[in-house]
């Protein structure tokens, strides 16, 4: 059964650097998503992306995060400048076009020191 | 803004007997999606179940039913025959009726199985 894969499982990083998390969406999925979940905290939604642009992002989303598909199968979240508050597990989500069903990565867990 | 409210955090159930996790849900729209998701200690959100709002029928999925209460804005979640595997922590979602829109979830039931 296909599968949304993201790599790395885990990413240790110090404040500051920047960091790009990658997701390889299922194939013929045309809607992509980035999550975040604290420790101990809920998922949060960060942004959403259809047809090469951002479709809805929240207020966490700020100037130091960006998306991108570079290609015909990547889907990045790039952190330009970690904080300590960025530490959470990440999660892309992917969708297809006529079905209402998110389906999610393993994640990666991004510990910034 | 929609939000989900799980208020139980913490539930516990003896394997092979039936558990039901609580959502409640605020919305001002007529149409929605509404999930439960789970999150083994691997972190990984798997689906258990969906339910459509303008569906009045209650969705199952094996073991896993709903109970989809619309105008009360419920939607709880019955685990029948309870596995040791079922041990995970559970969210409830609502996603609005517009294709491609975001999640919004609940705060976590963390579910033990009790042997």
């Known amino acids: 059964e296909p599968e949304v894969t993201q790599t790395p499982s885990h990413q240790v990083t110090q404040m500051g650097q920047e960091v790009i998390l990658r997701c390889v969406p299922i194939?013929?999925?045309?809607?992509f998503y980035w999550y975040r979940q604290i420790l101990g905290q809920k998922v949060e939604f960060l942004v959403s992306f259809y047809n090469n642009e951002i479709s809805e992002k929240s207020e966490i989303f700020d100037d130091q995060f960006s998306v991108e598909r570079p290609d015909g199968s990547n889907f990045t979240l790039k952190i330009r400048s970690t904080k300590l508050e960025d530490s959470a597990m990440y999660f892309c989500?992917?969708?297809?076009?006529?079905?209402?069903?998110?389906?999610f990565g393993a994640g990666t867990r991004l510990s910034v020191l | 803004a929609q939000t989900v409210t799980q208020s139980q955090p913490e539930m516990s159930v003896q394997e092979a007997e039936t558990v039901t996790l609580s959502c409640t849900y605020d919305?001002?729209?007529?149409?929605?999606?509404l999930f439960w998701y789970k999150q083994p200690p691997s972190r990984q959100m798997i689906l258990v179940i969906r339910q459509e709002a303008y569906k009045q029928q209650n969705a199952t999925e094996n073991r896993f039913s709903v109970n989809f209460q619309k105008a009360a804005k419920s939607f709880s979640l019955k685990i029948s025959d309870s596995q040791l595997g079922d041990a995970a922590m559970y969210f409830c979602a609502y996603q609005g009726k517009t294709s491609g829109s975001r999640l919004t979830f609940g705060e976590g039931t963390q579910l033990t199985v009790n042997p």
């Open positions: 919305t001002s729209e007529s149409d929605y999606y």
């Open positions: 989500a992917s969708k297809r076009l006529a079905k209402n069903i998110q389906y």
């Open positions: 194939s013929n999925h045309l809607y």
